[in-house]
């Protein structure tokens, strides 16, 4: 005959009052470990009906950023919050009980990797999300394959907007909250009437230059005496720098990106159009590029972003000393890194509120999702998959820091599909 353990005999003993008593205290401990009492005991049949990799312990979840090319100056700080914040939802816990298994890709810097490292990550891994892209081309070239096999992407950089889809949720700045308010910033706090439109050459900086011009042009009767596009890692700016001399532009309205952005910074300033005689608002320099391109480079110019490190709030102090603890005290946070770090955790929301790891019913738990505990502050998931946030201006500083020198009076609502920018 099998012994029984001492807990079966115990259960058996158990009045019914003691036995709630225990139970009560399971559950109890489920809620000090960060979890809903409801996760305890939920079988995997029931959290997981369409075959992704999750099991009775763990969830596989993937990254996808270039840690490698011209990008990697930009997307390792995403690489690293999203892995700061699995690792905290671990220790807290985890989600349904299980925790979170990372399975990351290097995406290269090149587009095409992306969409076949988002396959395997998808099809291969079943992946239950993907936290991933940069570049706007990065997450065209993957989209198609998220909304064919029903993946589901948590994107975290700032955009052009002009797109929504049910596997994305976007936790960076559209359009109408980074370039609207930073170009009537310009005009309103600087008096700004001219403009000369600067970017990489690819679909984000056209875009929203198209926005820029459209909003200078028709909505600030403003002009634009200049727009030029130069290839991703290009180095030479001579001929540009020339044109800006030229053209004595009011403002500077720039969304270079990457590593071009170091020799972009430094051609300005030897040919002496720096932040106390020039100005200009970029698009597309955070903490993050500022490494790169050096504090004595920039010191003077603007960059309109949601976040940056030196946010003063309770929020974003903790998470500033949680980066540093785990990536050094020399490491630096920016705008996209931020919004990366919400991406797990808006995950986690989502599928604590859906009760269920399946892709369709997380996206439709999403909307009206929460982060009071955001580093910028507060946000929550609007129904077209994007974020309410708030917009900044920010004044780089000689140290590689920013000063913030505007901000939104409150969260500006996601509107990816303006009227009369299209």
Same mark, same amino acid.
């Given at each position: 005959?099998?012994k029984? #353990?001492?807990?079966?005999?115990?259960?058996? =003993?158990?009045?019914?009052? @003691?036995?709630?008593?225990?139970?009560?205290? !399971?559950?109890?401990?489920?809620?000090?470990?960060?979890?809903?009492?409801?996760?305890?005991?939920?079988?995997?049949?029931?959290?997981?009906?369409?075959?992704?990799?999750?099991?009775?312990?763990?969830? !596989?979840?993937?990254?996808? &950023?270039?840690?490698?090319?011209?990008?990697?100056i930009?997307?390792?700080?995403?690489?690293?919050?999203?892995q =700061?914040?699995?690792?905290?939802?671990?220790?807290?816990?985890?989600?349904?009980?299980?925790?979170?298994?990372?399975?990351?890709?290097?995406?290269?810097?090149?587009?095409? !990797?992306?969409?076949?490292?988002?396959?395997?990550?998808?099809?291969?891994?079943?992946?239950?999300?993907?936290?991933?892209?940069?570049? /706007?081309? /990065?997450?065209?070239?993957?989209?198609?394959?998220?909304?064919?096999?029903?993946?589901?992407?948590?994107?975290?950089?700032?955009?052009?907007?002009?797109?929504?889809?049910?596997?994305?949720?976007?936790?960076?700045?559209? @359009?109408?909250?980074?370039?609207?308010?930073?170009?009537?910033?310009? *005009?309103?706090?600087?008096?700004?009437?001219?403009?000369? =439109?600067?970017? /990489?050459?690819?679909?984000?900086?056209?875009?929203?230059?198209?926005?820029?011009?459209? &909003?200078?042009?028709?909505?600030?009767?403003g *002009?634009?005496?200049?727009?030029?596009?130069?290839?991703?890692?290009?180095?030479?700016?001579?001929?540009?720098?020339?044109?800006?001399?030229?053209?004595?532009?009011?403002?500077?309205?720039?969304?270079?990106?990457?590593? #071009?952005?170091?020799?972009? $910074?430094?051609?300005?300033?030897?040919?002496?159009?720096?932040?106390?005689?020039?100005?200009?608002?970029?698009?597309?320099?955070?903490?993050?590029?500022?490494?790169?391109?050096?504090?004595?480079?920039?010191?003077?110019?603007?960059?309109?972003?949601? $976040?940056?490190q030196?946010?003063?709030?309770?929020?974003?102090?903790?998470?500033?000393?949680?980066?540093?603890?785990? $990536?050094?005290?020399?490491?630096?946070?920016?705008?996209?890194?931020?919004?990366? $770090?919400?991406?797990?955790?808006l995950?986690?929301?989502?599928?604590?509120?859906?009760?269920?790891?399946?892709?369709?019913?997380?996206?439709?738990?999403?909307?009206?999702?929460?982060?009071?505990?955001?580093?910028?502050?507060?946000?929550k998931?609007?129904?077209? &998959? &994007?974020?309410?946030? *708030?917009?900044r201006?920010?004044?780089?500083?000689?140290?590689g820091?920013?000063?913030?020198? #505007?901000?939104?009076?409150?969260?500006?609502?996601?509107?990816?599909?303006?009227?009369?920018?299209?």
């Amino acid at each position: 005959m099998k012994k029984s #353990s001492p807990e079966s005999d115990r259960s058996l =003993l158990e009045t019914p009052a @003691a036995s709630r008593r225990r139970i009560l205290k !399971t559950m109890g401990a489920a809620g000090l470990a960060g979890l809903p009492a409801w996760s305890f005991g939920q079988p995997t049949a029931s959290v997981n009906t369409t075959k992704l990799a999750v099991t009775d312990s763990e969830v !596989t979840v993937g990254i996808l &950023h270039s840690s490698t090319g011209t990008m990697a100056i930009s997307e390792t700080g995403s690489i690293q919050a999203e892995q =700061l914040a699995i690792d905290q939802i671990n220790a807290a816990g985890g989600i349904l009980g299980r925790k979170i298994k990372v399975i990351k890709e290097d995406g290269a810097s090149d587009w095409p !990797t992306f969409a076949e490292k988002s396959k395997k990550l998808l099809i291969n891994d079943r992946c239950a999300a993907i936290f991933g892209c940069w570049t /706007s081309a /990065s997450r065209k070239a993957v989209l198609p394959i998220f909304e064919k096999e029903n993946g589901l992407l948590y994107y975290p950089t700032f955009y052009e907007g002009l797109e929504q889809s049910k596997n994305v949720i976007y936790t960076g700045q559209e @359009a109408t909250q980074q370039i609207l308010y930073s170009l009537d910033w310009a *005009k309103k706090d600087k008096g700004a009437k001219t403009f000369f =439109l600067i970017g /990489s050459d690819y679909i984000w900086p056209r875009t929203s230059m198209k926005i820029a011009r459209k &909003h200078i042009e028709n909505f600030q009767k403003g *002009k634009v005496v200049g727009e030029e596009y130069y290839p991703l890692s290009a180095t030479n700016f001579g001929s540009l720098v020339n044109k800006i001399k030229l053209q004595k532009p009011d403002c500077i309205f720039c969304a270079v990106v990457g590593g #071009s952005n170091v020799a972009f $910074y430094k051609a300005l300033k030897a040919a002496g159009l720096t932040g106390d005689k020039q100005l200009l608002v970029t698009l597309s320099v955070t903490e993050d590029e500022m490494t790169g391109v050096g504090g004595e480079n920039f010191k003077g110019f603007y960059s309109s972003m949601k $976040y940056f490190q030196t946010l003063d709030n309770e929020n974003n102090k903790k998470f500033v000393a949680a980066f540093k603890a785990k $990536y050094g005290p020399n490491a630096v946070i920016g705008d996209v890194t931020q919004a990366a $770090y919400l991406g797990p955790w808006l995950w986690k929301a989502a599928v604590e509120k859906a009760k269920s790891f399946d892709v369709a019913k997380v996206v439709a738990a999403s909307p009206g999702i929460e982060l009071k505990t955001a580093p910028e502050g507060y946000v929550k998931i609007d129904a077209n &998959h &994007h974020l309410w946030s *708030k917009s900044r201006i920010a004044q780089g500083q000689a140290d590689g820091t920013f000063k913030v020198v #505007s901000e939104s009076p409150d969260l500006i609502k996601p509107d990816p599909f303006p009227k009369g920018y299209q």
